[in-house]
């Protein structure tokens, strides 16, 4: 158990579905982070908060739509997928952004299956 | 862009043998840091390594840093099957965001 609790832990939804991802971090950081794990590829970077504020939108499509109501809470609000979005969809967080070379803890993820 | 490299993608090694997986990254950091990914679970933080030169070690795992060649090591000494994961190094550029590059990640399967 690392301290970052993702839900659900799969989920299957149709293209026309709207569903959030949740995450929720027991660490005490400030900053966290929304990756794509797709199969074959490497992680890519979504979203990064820091102390609740965006701080990186990594050319994400607009039908995610992340959102950080404070620093141990970071949602990720999916509408409109693509099959192709259908991944793990892993979140993370560390005390301060990893410029000062902190370490990430990383959720289990949320296995995403869009149909 | 930054582009991190790793290989080999896939490696099957016996218990007991030692082997390195290199990790290659393409611009200037001196910011570097492995993980550790089991089938169907999250990623476990390996090392951070801050500076040229660095080197950790835990147990049967050591990563070191060469900032000069961009390119990284994690070398394990006499296998075992505990070890069996796939480990992703990250990279995150000199250049001022935050963004952190992950490798594809190595498939590494320890045979008894």
């Known amino acids: 158990e690392t301290g970052v609790t993702q839900t659900p832990r799969h989920l299957v939804m149709g293209m026309t579905n709207k569903k959030s991802l949740k995450c929720e971090q027991h660490?005490?950081?400030?900053?966290m982070y929304w990756y794509k794990q797709s199969a074959k590829k490497p992680l890519e970077l979504m979203f990064v908060?820091?102390?609740?504020?965006?701080?990186e939108n990594n050319s994400v499509p607009s039908r995610f739509s992340p959102e950080c109501p404070n620093s141990s809470h970071l949602f990720l609000h999916l509408h409109t997928l693509q099959p192709e979005d259908s991944a793990l969809y892993l979140c993370?967080?560390?005390?301060?952004?990893?410029?000062?070379?902190?370490?990430?803890?990383f959720g289990s993820g949320t296995q995403l299956s869009v149909l | 862009e930054l582009k991190v490299e790793q290989n080999p993608l896939f490696l099957s090694m016996q218990e007991g043998k030692n082997y390195t997986i290199y990790c290659n990254y393409s611009?200037?950091?001196?910011?570097l840091y492995w993980y550790r990914q089991d089938p169907g679970k999250s990623l476990e933080s390996l090392f951070v390594?801050?500076?040229?030169?660095a080197v950790k070690q835990e147990g049967r795992l050591m990563a070191s840093l060469d900032t000069k060649a961009r390119l990284s090591t994690l070398h394990i000494t006499a296998a075992v099957h505990d070890l069996s994961a796939t480990y992703f190094c990250?990279?995150?550029?000199?250049?001022?965001?935050?963004?952190?590059?992950f490798g594809t990640g190595t498939r590494l399967t320890i045979i008894p």
């Open positions: 390594l801050l500076s040229n030169g």
């Open positions: 611009t200037t950091s001196d910011r």
């Open positions: 993370a967080s560390s005390q301060d952004p990893p410029g000062s070379g902190e370490k990430l803890f």
């Open positions: 908060y820091n102390f609740k504020e965006q701080t």
């Open positions: 990250a990279v995150l550029s000199n250049f001022g965001n935050e963004k952190l590059t």
């Open positions: 660490l005490g950081h400030n900053a």
